[in-house]
Each structure stands twice: as structure tokens, then as C-alpha cells.
């Protein structure tokens, strides 16, 4: 696969701050690269780099195989979209999607066609005529993201671009966003902090931490093998069980990381079956979620979770688990993730 993307031991630093601290990576044409990570983890800092809002401190990086130092955002094949989109009020949604081609001196007429074409891409294609106050939030965000296709890039930047719709339509957006992926074929690297829109949307993803990068993998590689500590709790909140507390269960003081879905709660006082490891506790908590169930328990001085669907708590001793009991958890070795830190 060609590289759209390549970083080579990039840094930006502001004073003290490590906003990046040589960070290394590339991304594929045609890939949908996510960077996810909390706030102030460098993820923005590395999206505008990319667009040249930015220089790096150090390190080097390039676009579609070019260096891209020197070269000005609008002579980067390479546009962006903000999560506050920032349209224009006082404009039409057509100009306010051509106004990147006007700013380029694009005739009228060439303009409003692919500004048109833009807004069907997106699914808009009755609302030209509207201002953006005459739009709900997610029609603003397709008109923020025909503005950023309409010159037809070759690389698209999203900057948390559906953090400010509600759950149900961000839902259904990011659905949109797939389809428009696979629809363009061009490059998509996404930013959010939010694991589950990367886990549901991206063919690999970077994640960042304190401006480095902890694990770069498959959404499933990233959620079954996470490398780090930090990965396995951040990427779908695994259970990240610590040395002193390893130590006892395994007799090795090296912590692991074994998901809440793949614990199951069993009597007390039995010892553990064949291939499987267990360890008891009291439990704190039960959370009954309609589908499944969810456990606290705590076990040494930590607390662990276990999930369990409504159809295997029925099952086992999960249904009728009380706050206060003691249980024991149990679960098989092959679920458990060593960690290197
Ligand atoms: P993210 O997008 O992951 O939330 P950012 O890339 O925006 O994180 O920021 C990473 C770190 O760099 C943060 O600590 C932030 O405060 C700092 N930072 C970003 N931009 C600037 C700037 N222009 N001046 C000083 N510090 C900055
Ligand atoms: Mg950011």
C-alpha cells in the first residue's frame, strides 16, 4: 500500500510542553487511521501538523510521499473538519461549501456545480439554499463536511468532528462516515477521545498518551492483545490486574489484563477448575444494565468488574449475587493479556 502519511520522529514542543514527543507512524492511502487518546494527549497537535497549521520542533514528516515542510495548508492535498464547524451565518449553505473554490478564484458556476455535488455526497442536496441557522446540528456538519470535499482532497482530517451531536446521531453519522470512506476511497485520519466511535469506525488505530504513541493496531488487535497498561484500561476499560495482586492468583509478579465480559462469578471455596484461574472477593456492587449485568467486586485492594449477558448470569451464580456476598471470580487462561508496563 502506498503512504499517504509519514511521521519520522516528529516533536512539537511549546516551552516545557511535550505536546508531541517523537512520535513515529505512517498512515496508508485509502486507510481510515484513527488517533484516539484523552484530552491534551497530542492527538489535535498531530492533525495540525498534518493540515501545516503547525511546524514540527523536530523530526520530519511527509504527505503522499512529499516532505511537507515548507509547503502552506492550501497547498496540502489535505483539508479539514472542525468539531465546531464554524460556517459562515450570514451565507447560503452553497456558498458557504464553494467558498474554499472562490477563495481560489474557481468561476461561479464551475463553484456552485461541485459545491452541489459536495452537498449530495454528504446527503444534502435540498438544502443549498438554506442558512446554517435553518439546519439542525447534524445537517451543519454535513455542510462542514461538503466544505471540506468539495476541492476533493486527497486526505481528510477529522478533529472530533461529531463530539457535539447527541448519542443518536452520532451513531448514525459515524454509519454515514464509513459509507463515505468506502464511497471517496480516499485517506481518513480521525481524532476522537471517544473508544468506541475508533473501536466501531477505523481500520487501524494510533493511541496517544502524554504526546506519544502507546500501541498502533486493528481495532480488535487494540481491544484483544492492548500492549500497555494504559491501552488496556483505556480501549474498552479492561480489568488491569497489578503486580502484588498478579503475584497472588499466578505466583508471578507481572500484571495482566483480563476483560470484565470474559470473568464469571462462581461459588466460593471451590478451587479453580483445569485452564482456568480464579480468585475470591466480596462483592460491592451489581448493576442490572437490561441486556447484561454488571459486578464490582473487590478482591485485595482492587476492584474488579464482571459482565455478564442476562442468559449467562442466568446460568450461574451471577443472578443472584447480593452486595455484600462473597463470590468467587473465575477465568480462563487464554483471556489473560500480560503487560509490558
Ligand atoms: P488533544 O487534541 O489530544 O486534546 P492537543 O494536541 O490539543 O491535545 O494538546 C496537547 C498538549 O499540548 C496539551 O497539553 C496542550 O495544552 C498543549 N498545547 C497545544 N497547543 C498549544 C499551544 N498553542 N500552546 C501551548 N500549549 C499547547
Ligand atoms: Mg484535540
Known sequence: MPVAIEFQQVSRHYGEVKALDSVSFTVEEGEFFSMLGPSGSGKTT??????????????SLTLMGKEASGTPPYERD???VFQDYALFPHM???????YGL????VGKAERHAK????LAMVALPNHAERTPAQLSGGQRQRVALARALVNRPRILLLDEPLGALDMKLREQMQVELKVLHRKLGITFVYVTHDQGEALSMSDRIAVFNHGRIEQIASPRALYHQ?????VADFVGSANVIDTDLAHTITGKAQAFAVRQENITVVAPGGSAKKGLLQVEGEVLAIQFLGASQRLEVRVGNQTLTA???ESEAASTLAAHTQAGQRVALSWSQQHMVMLDA
Open 102 to 105: 472562490m477563495v481560489r478564484k
Open 307 to 309: 459482565m455478564q449477558t
Open 78 to 80: 489535505v483539508n479539514t
Open 92 to 98: 447560503s449553505v452553497l456558498d458557504n461549501v464553494a
Open 226 to 230: 492492548p500492549r500497555t497498561r494504559f
Open 46 to 59: 498531530s492533525l495540525r501538523l498534518m493540515a501545516g497549521f503547525e511546524q514540527p520542533t523536530s523530526g
Open 115 to 118: 459545491a452541489r455535488d459536495a
